[in-house]
């Protein structure tokens, strides 16, 4: 059992250095995001700790996955399976106890512990199995997986629009329609595998092209309707609205460029770096835009040509 | 034609790949056998320009990678692509439109369904039929009859006949002899990286026979079985 979580220790080790980061670093960042979206968070809304609570009982019950505890049993005894589950979750959920306590919520606490130690006694498919129906259906690639992973959250940035009308909150409004474009820039951070570039017979900027449409036509296909409900409520902020609307566009195209630079690698500590400054100070993309594209554009000649 | 010349690979210092020459014509059906490490799935993969090396590999039409169907042992799938949707990828990939994918399922496959929830041999034949509706000059199945059931095996085997009649160039790697015998104009015997052996149709029994002879040897009397 010790052995167990030497090696997922180990595990972790690797995967912050594949990432770019000495482990010590990169558990002190960990640390240091944690807190800061913590505090973030409970100053921003009343209803953290409902929320807090949720987002650690969704990342424990990752570990609940059946495939990964039926592995799990054949490795370990009855008695030390649960044991081992019951560690994982706890470990898990730490970090959100500890801050509960800080903030002086032993009700959240409690209820956090035990359903975090039920949770680990059971195991669950963590992924639903029939279809996600998907208007993108014509263009599969990581739009339509990324659609169906993320599909629920496309009704609550309509409702949040709904509501910023109501409210006549135009702010709200805009916070929706940037909602929407930050959910497919995700779909587009983890590279696929080669075979799926190979395949294409495109050169490297007819494929960046290509992608960089499909994500801008189905991302403007989904934000249609916040743009159309806002600009009939709101038409003297139409400016702030097409604003918005092109910056999110611009970092569609950049997240796009950034992944192939670092094809078939996932990006590392730089390229999200650059990223990262660009959110507080978007003019920096008229740089960094061309210059991921260029570099998108050179990786790409080893498989397309 | 497919022209391979003085194709070398390494790996770091290990070299997988030594001086290959061989030249693959249209309308014949190439075999390629040789245990697990000879460097079959690397030759391929050099072929299909997804690994770098040194030497040369020439076609006809150019750029070879874009006319060539390629299945590899354990196809890719996305996690929530559906099988109908794999193939319109595919399709997509080399610009072939495509209407009517349901009636091309020969294989039965439940198209609708996310492809990741496919068994080995649903994933191998929906791979196969994506590979085959991109309209390929050139096709390269390695294992293309492993985990698939029976039937299916007696399907893919009919298509390589077939494709062999629209003169495509087809390579294939087999672990199961028969199914190679079946199929292939001739087999090619790659160990640690050097064809060492090429044998035509009428000759194929007696490779299997020499073949069976090398590979056990005296192995099985090691185990010493009671």
Request: include cysteine; proline fraction near 4%; hydrophobic fraction near 45%.
């Amino acid at each position: 059992m010790k052995e167990y979580f030497i090696l997922q220790y180990k595990m972790t080790n690797r995967r912050l250095k594949d990432f770019g980061l000495e482990p010590i670093f990169g558990y002190l960042l960990i640390l240091a995001s944690f807190i800061g979206l913590s505090l973030f968070l409970f100053y921003k809304t009343e209803f953290a700790q409902y929320i807090y609570i949720l987002i650690s009982l969704a990342l424990t019950s990752k570990l609940s996955e059946i495939g990964r505890n039926d592995f799990l049993k054949l490795c370990f005894n009855g008695k030390h399976y649960k044991l081992v589950r019951i560690i994982e979750n706890l470990t898990s959920s730490m970090p959100f106890l500890i801050f509960l306590i800080y903030k002086q919520i032993f009700i959240g606490s409690v209820i956090l512990t035990v359903i975090s130690l039920i949770l680990g006694l059971s195991s669950f498919k963590t992924s639903l199995n029939f279809t996600i129906p998907t208007p993108f259906y014509k263009k599969p690639f990581e739009f339509t997986v990324g659609f169906r992973n993320t599909f629920f959250i496309f009704p609550i940035a309509y409702i949040l629009t709904f509501i910023s009308i109501s409210v006549d909150n135009f702010n709200l409004g805009i916070f929706s329609l940037l909602l929407v474009f930050l959910i497919p820039l995700g779909f587009y951070t983890k590279p696929e595998n080669e075979y799926f570039v190979w395949s294409f017979a495109l050169t490297p900027k007819q494929f960046i092209i290509e992608k960089i449409k499909t994500a801008l036509q189905f991302t403007s296909i989904l934000s249609l309707p916040i743009i159309l409900t806002l600009c009939f409520f709101y038409y003297k902020n139409i400016d702030v609205l097409i604003t918005s609307y092109i910056i999110g566009c611009v970092f569609l195209i950049t997240i796009i460029s950034a992944k192939y630079s670092a094809y078939p690698n996932e990006m590392n500590l730089p390229e999200i770096i650059i990223i990262a400054i660009s959110i507080f100070f978007p003019p920096l993309l008229l740089v960094f835009t061309p210059y991921f594209y260029i570099k998108a554009t050179n990786k790409l000649q080893e498989y397309l040509v | 034609m497919i022209k391979v010349i003085e194709l070398t690979k390494y790996f770091g210092t290990k070299q997988v790949l030594n001086n290959i020459n061989m030249t693959f014509l249209e309308g014949k059906v190439y075999g390629i056998v040789g245990e697990n490490g000879a460097g079959k799935t690397t030759l391929f993969k050099c072929i299909a320009g997804l690994e770098d090396y040194k030497g040369e590999i020439n076609s006809d039409l150019r750029p070879l990678k874009n006319h060539l169907g390629l299945l590899l042992t354990e196809p890719f799938l996305f996690s929530k692509i559906t099988g109908k949707e794999y193939i319109q990828l595919l399709c997509n990939a080399r610009k072939i439109k495509i209407d009517d994918i349901e009636s091309r399922n020969i294989f039965d496959l439940p198209l609708n369904q996310y492809a990741s929830t496919y068994s080995t041999g649903m994933k191998k034949k929906l791979s196969i039929t994506a590979i085959l509706l991109q309209v390929n000059k050139y096709f390269i199945l390695d294992e293309p009859f492993n985990g698939v059931d029976i039937q299916s095996n007696i399907i893919m085997t009919e298509i390589i006949h077939r494709l062999r009649e629209l003169n495509k160039i087809v390579i294939i790697s087999s672990h199961i002899f028969s199914t190679l015998s079946e199929t292939c104009d001739e087999i090619h015997l790659l160990k640690n990286g050097v064809f060492i052996k090429t044998v035509k149709k009428e000759k194929f029994s007696q490779l299997e026979t020499e073949m069976r002879e090398i590979t056990v040897e005296n192995k099985i009397e090691k185990l010493k079985l009671k």
